[in-house]
């Protein structure tokens, strides 16, 4: 892949989605211009321009592993990382209300999109990575996937695959702070916000809670920023942290 010499490069994965698309437009124009690489199942609806290119991937680990050599000619120019894969239903998953409808199919499909797929693109990034310069790696998790702030119940699939996930980046982080000293993670819960995945929930959502996804992007990347701003001065441990930039108990 050739983008241009002197330009960081934003990777933003799970591109099709309300939230990823948000980042993508906020990325194309912050001020350091960075060339962004989009990768998706699908071909996002964006148009690819002179700054934004697209892969795309169906998160197996041989497709992984494509895509991986194609971004090879950036190692070490990377310095935003966005995974944005999650889901919570679909046409034939819905959210469980109580134990009896756990299906074991359910939950290994949902595992297998909101965990194995974002940890498979956290291996195969690493060696990409190592770099003088500070890169920020931003995984999309949700508060539901606070053990500590588990009070209400239900939504075991999702619950479950974001606590897991949440387990995945602290790791990470920590092998991450061995072998490239200059990466920081962030699992990142961006709000109940407008998109597919929020639609069917939206009635219950207070007045003024539910976010656009460009004001939920532009929140992620300030944080993002302040990260990578602060790196020499902070341990390589991942956090949690929600759109307002308050932590949230693991
Ligand atoms: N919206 C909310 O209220 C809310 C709240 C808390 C957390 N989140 C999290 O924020 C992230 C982005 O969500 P969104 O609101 O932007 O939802 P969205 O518009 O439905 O986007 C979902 C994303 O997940 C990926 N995805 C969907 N099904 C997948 C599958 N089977 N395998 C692999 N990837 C799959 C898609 O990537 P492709 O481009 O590859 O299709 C897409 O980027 C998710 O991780 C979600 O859990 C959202």
Redesign the pocket.
């Known amino acids: 892949m050739e983008t241009p010499d002197s330009l960081p490069i934003t990777v933003v994965?799970?591109?099709?989605?309300?939230?990823?698309?948000?980042c993508i437009h906020a990325v194309s124009a912050m001020a350091d211009t960075s060339h962004i690489v989009a990768?998706?199942?699908?071909r996002?609806a964006i148009p690819e321009t002179e700054g934004l290119s697209y892969l795309q991937?169906d998160?197996s680990e041989a497709e992984i592993g494509k895509c991986i050599a194609e971004l090879s000619p950036l190692r070490g120019k990377i310095n935003r990382v966005i995974?944005?894969?999650?889901?919570?239903h679909?046409d034939n998953i819905k959210p469980e209300k109580r134990l009896e409808d756990i299906s074991a199919e359910a939950m290994m499909?949902i595992m297998?999109?909101?965990t194995l797929?974002p940890m498979l693109w956290m291996k195969a990034l690493a060696p990409l990575l190592k770099s003088p310069q500070a890169c920020v790696m931003a995984?999309?998790?949700?508060?539901?996937g606070s053990i500590a702030d588990n009070h209400l119940g239900g939504w075991y699939s999702?619950r479950m695959s974001?606590a897991a996930l949440n387990m995945g980046i602290r790791s990470a982080a920590i092998e991450y702070g061995r072998r490239a000293k200059n990466v920081r993670l962030i699992a990142f819960?961006?709000?109940?916000?407008?998109?597919?995945?929020?639609r069917p929930?939206q009635a219950s959502v207070p007045e003024g809670k539910l976010?656009s996804?460009a004001f939920v992007a532009n929140s992620l990347l300030e944080l993002m920023q302040q990260t990578a701003n602060t790196l020499e001065d902070s341990p390589a441990e991942a956090t949690f942290i929600d759109w307002e930039h308050k932590t949230i108990p693991w």
């Open positions: 994965i799970g591109a099709s989605g309300a939230l990823a698309s948000a990768i998706s199942r699908a996002p991937c998160n995974i944005c894969n999650g889901r919570l679909d499909a297998q999109s909101n797929t995984v999309f998790s949700a508060r539901v999702y974001k819960h961006p709000g109940t916000t407008d998109s597919a995945l929020s929930f976010f996804p």
